[in-house]
């Protein structure tokens, strides 16, 4: 599935590796003729940077200070008021020193001195890395004089050397703007840098800006005060209102200098016209103006006329409405088993994750959860009443609740292929016995696809495969071969059988849009930047997955469930509905029809490394896995030979159940790499370890068990050593027994010793 990738992905990671490098000492040489500083590399990555976010207010001083110490990759942005951003005042705004969470919003400070008397014109460019979020505006200080620009990001795939970098909307924006050179004097100058949300509603994680590199240039071309520019951009976000189809049209009016409040901005589409007036609160940048407009259809005139100052501009383009999409909210909870807390108390955590689903479907009809595993529902049946048993059961067979095929999320590049056969068998045997659906198969967090999976999971029936990666920077083949992008597509396997695969980027995409507790403005920030990966035109749906809903083994956050019917009421489009996996992806499938891709070879075991922490009970559970089937064979023989004996099968599917929690992803404790010796990571290694130690105890006594019974109906004679190949093919070896020392081993054939 991705090995075309590899090699180029590996030179290039290199490429940007070395480009940091090389380039550290020359960060703020730039242009020797016309550049007054430079700090970082113009190369889409933050490595040349300090990572984190400071705890105290940066001042980057050009001559003095070192990036790599200095001046800190990412800026967490500051929630404005929206009603603030209509002062009208002369001066600029007091900022002030907030913190957000941990997070240091205030404004980043670079300062420079100038020789000389400051020329005619300059102008700043800077470059910026972006996460989950759409792009928070920028606000820049001049030595007071006070601008912000909006950012227009752009999907860019490259690893920027920042974790965000492998977030579900990382991409790339650039702000560059000429300034009159009286803005400047000779001596010491000042330019601050802030992230800002324009908004009254605060939501968690609003994400910020991570700097790629900034610089201050002469400008040759001069600067003109009376210049303006526009742009008209048709939004995703659509309205209803009387009964009429509305779509929310952005503008967007720079200027150089301060103007005039009230300046009148008139936008026509389709010869209706909406008019609005300039805040003119700053003195230079741009003005965000939001126009809602009947509905339109593709390549309508639209006109844009504005006066600013005595001076009337005009704009004409020609504008498309953009896809009304549909969000199928797939509401799910990763399970690792063990890491984040101990696995008996993440049992408790999961089934009490389904009593607070079944809940909250009761009380909104639309609702729907998606376990991650059929562990978690073993647990639940266990440590719940026979009337709580019959709930969930039903609960599932209404298709409220939805059981993956697999038993937990597996390292599939560690198990043989028998075991990751078998870790599907608990979820079967359920469907089974109750009738209800075993139709899909999810991988999440660990970016593991072996090639062999594609086939296990189709033979089994298994027609709908997803996954919501956790990539990181240890999965870069997976991230930059578009995958995303180019979901769905059939994943062949080595044996011809396909599954329908859905990838995405993250696995907790409702809480990265809209925050926890969902808010609709956070969606209203981050959709535009999320949709971008698929507004190509080989995607053919209107529909897409937001694949999760939040965090690995956290209790649900109720006000999810009323997520949808609040955005619905905002907005027509996009709209927001709940889903289960196989339904989301049936959906999309059914609107491609016929063309979709088809995708051959492996995807990769990333970040399989725990196993090397723990060597020793690996190389137990990897044996363990090939004696399993032997002790199968041996207990299914014993019942053929003898009609009155029956396999164990209590003690086999123990046995099966333990090799495949032993394969499951997580390795040890959260903090089993900081704090390797804390009571919680000693602990949780030891049940890990418990797994392949009860594997191994439950087959050797599968098979002892049944050699004995096999032995009875063996006419081999008293003392007679019986030795039974379990294996599908003829073999030679050792055999090891032991032997009281007045015995001997003796050939019947010749009577020799």
Not at 61 to 88: C, L, M, V
Not at 584 to 613: C, H, M
Request: glycine share 8%.
């Amino acid at each position: 599935m991705t090995i075309r990738l590899k090699a180029a992905i590996l030179v290039r990671s290199m490429v940007f590796f070395l480009a940091g490098f090389l380039l550290f000492g020359a960060a703020m040489r730039g242009d020797p003729v016309n550049t007054v500083f430079r700090i970082g590399t113009f190369d889409h990555s933050a490595a040349e940077f300090v990572h984190g976010s400071p705890d105290h207010p940066v001042c980057f001083i050009i001559g003095q200070s070192n990036p790599a110490k200095d001046w800190y990759a990412f800026q967490p942005a500051e929630f404005i008021p929206a009603a603030s951003t209509h002062r009208t005042g002369n001066g600029p705004p007091r900022h002030a020193i907030v913190k957000f969470g941990a997070m240091l919003t205030a404004p980043r400070a670079i300062q420079f001195s100038l020789d000389h008397a400051p020329a005619d014109a300059y102008r700043l460019r800077v470059s910026l890395l972006i996460g989950t979020s759409s792009g928070p505006a920028l606000r820049i200080s001049i030595n007071g004089k006070r601008g912000t620009f909006y950012l227009h990001p752009k999907l860019f795939s490259g690893n920027g050397g920042q974790p965000d970098s492998s977030d579900m909307a990382y991409s790339h924006a650039e702000v560059s703007f000429a300034f009159p050179g009286s803005y400047l004097r000779r001596g010491t100058n000042t330019i601050t840098l802030q992230a800002i949300e324009e908004t009254d509603k605060v939501w968690y994680d609003a994400g910020g800006l991570t700097y790629d590199a900034i610089e201050l240039d002469r400008d040759m071309e001069g600067f003109h005060s009376q210049a303006s520019s526009a742009q008209i951009l048709p939004t995703i976000f659509y309205q209803k209102r009387q009964g009429q189809l509305d779509e929310i049209v952005d503008v967007f009016i720079r200027y150089g200098e301060r103007v005039k409040p009230g300046s009148s901005v008139d936008l026509a589409v389709a010869g209706k016209h909406h008019r609005q007036q300039l805040k003119a609160n700053q003195d230079f940048g741009e003005e965000k103006l939001e126009f809602v407009v009947p509905e339109f259809p593709a390549h309508t005139r639209a006109q844009l006329i504005w006066n600013i100052d005595g001076h009337r501009w005009r704009k004409e383009q020609s504008v498309d409405p953009q896809k009304k999409w549909t969000l199928l909210l797939v509401p799910h909870i990763h399970l690792d088993v063990g890491y984040s807390d101990y696995q008996a108390k993440v049992a408790a955590i999961q089934s009490r994750v389904i009593d607070e689903a079944m809940d909250l479907t009761a009380q909104h009809p639309d609702f729907r959860f998606s376990m991650d595993g059929e562990w978690a529902l073993a647990q639940f049946l266990k440590t719940h009443t026979p009337a709580e048993q019959q709930r969930v059961i039903a609960a599932i067979q209404k298709q409220q609740l939805f059981v993956p095929a697999q038993y937990a999320i597996l390292l599939t590049g560690f198990p043989t292929a028998e075991t990751l056969i078998r870790s599907l068998y608990p979820s079967a045997n359920f469907s089974r016995v109750h009738k209800t659906p075993f139709n899909y198969a999810n991988i999440t967090d660990v970016p593991s696809y072996s090639w062999s999976y594609a086939s296990v999971l189709a033979a089994a029936g298994i027609k709908y495969f997803l996954a919501g990666s956790n990539s990181g920077g240890r999965a870069p083949v997976l991230q930059e071969g578009h995958l995303n992008e180019d979901s769905p597509f059939w994943w062949e396997g080595p044996d011809g059988k396909k599954v329908l695969f859905w990838y995405s980027l993250d696995y907790q995409q409702m809480q990265n849009l809209f925050g926890l507790p969902p808010q609709l403005a956070a969606g209203r920030d981050k959709l535009p930047m999320f949709l971008q990966q698929y507004r190509h035109a080989s995607y053919r749906a209107n529909a897409i997955i937001l694949f999760g809903s939040q965090a690995e083994n956290t209790d649900l956050f109720p006000q999810q469930a009323e997520l949808a019917q609040r955005w619905n009421r905002v907005y027509a489009y996009p709209r927001l509905r709940y889903s289960g996996f196989h339904d989301a992806l049936k959906n999309i499938a059914r609107q491609f029809g016929n063309d979709i891709p088809t995708v051959r070879g492996d995807g990769g075991p990333y970040w399989e490394d725990g196993i090397a922490s723990d060597a020793h009970y690996a190389a137990l559970e990897r044996q363990n896995e090939s004696r399993g089937p032997s002790a199968e064979k041996l207990a299914t023989l014993t019942s053929l030979v003898n009609p009155r004996l029956a396999a164990d099968r209590v003690d086999l599917d123990r046995m099966w159940t333990d090799m495949v929690l032993m394969d499951e992803h997580t390795w040890d404790s959260g903090n089993s790499v900081s704090d390797p010796k804390s009571t919680e990571a000693v602990q949780q290694l030891a049940v890990k370890d418990s797994y392949a130690i009860k594997a191994r105890a439950l087959g050797d006594f599968v098979m002892r068990n049944s050699m004995a019974s096999l032995a009875d109906s063996i006419s081999a004679g008293q003392g007679s050593l019986i030795v039974f190949n379990t294996l599908n093919w003829s073999r030679s070896g050792l055999v090891s027994i032991d032997l009281y020392k007045n015995q001997e081993i003796v050939d019947p054939s010749t009577g020799q010793v």
